[in-house]
């Protein structure tokens, strides 16, 4: 009696029959069935080596490496635009006031700087100060300096600085724009990063929502807090004040154009169709 037996690969496929074999002439078809089933099982288990299947996106399209590599850089660019926020919102250098450097006497002056949370004030040398220049500062020169948080998020005071007094409203508006951008960096961060991770294209437009409307909202921020120093000088004009923009706004401005430009290529990334193709077809060569 002979016994037969059947070789399947790792899907349950049937790839050959094989016989324990016998002195005497060939089963019909074991050398040719043998040596397709030996192929196929071989076949078979190389998926079980280092050439693993890319999973497939919910359009059914796989991820390529190019995409992905597209993505990562598309990241990389918003990134950048969420540490020059967070660099930005956490200083204190969006402003700097300064009185005429002979206001108070010859020898000291005083100058301040605040940004959204606290102010600090300086005394600086006037020997320390450029002849040239007419009011005290910068505030980067070495002397000595007092900071203060604000409470307008404490207890609702507005702070005077210079006679002048804060518009609190303006300021917290300005706070709250900041905070909630920054949320909505930290939602699209976590959209990418499952993009990546599940090789899902879908996470792109919610990312690119996000970003983008995340860096609106740092420059509104920037718009509201520049309204506020206006209100400020306008508030009392007993003291003369030379103001001047600092470098942390120069990190906001530069930030949401920076996240603006990242959800806009994230955006182009989830398109189905490339828009240069779309815009710029490729003509064919027998026309």
Partial sequence: MWSTFFVTDEEGRTVGPGTPGVAGGPVPGGPAQGAGGLAGLMSGRSTFGGNKRRRTTSTGHAMSEAQEGKIK????????????????????FWVELAPPKSFDNNQTCLTAHYGLWKGCTKTLWVSDIDPERESCGPAELAGESNCTYFKFYTTGENAVMFQKTTQKNLNVAAAMLALF?????????????????????????????????????????????????????????????????????????????????GGILFLLLALPYSPWQKCLPHKDSSS
């Fill in 73 to 92: 850089l598309a990241f990389f660019v918003a990134i950048v635009g969420v540490v020059l926020t967070v660099l930005g919102v956490g200083t204190e």
């Fill in 181 to 261: 951008s920054l949320f909505l960096m930290v939602m699209g961060a976590i959209c990418i990063t499952m993009a990546l991770s599940k090789e899902i294209l879908f996470f792109l437009k919610p990312a690119s929502a996000c970003f983008i409307l995340s860096g609106v909202l740092v420059l509104l921020s920037l718009l509201v807090f520049h309204q506020s120093v206006l209100a400020f000088l306008a508030s009392n004009h007993i003291v003369p004040l030379h103001h001047e923009l600092s470098w942390s706004v120069s990190c906001i401005g530069c930030a949401g154009a920076v996240l603006i430009v």
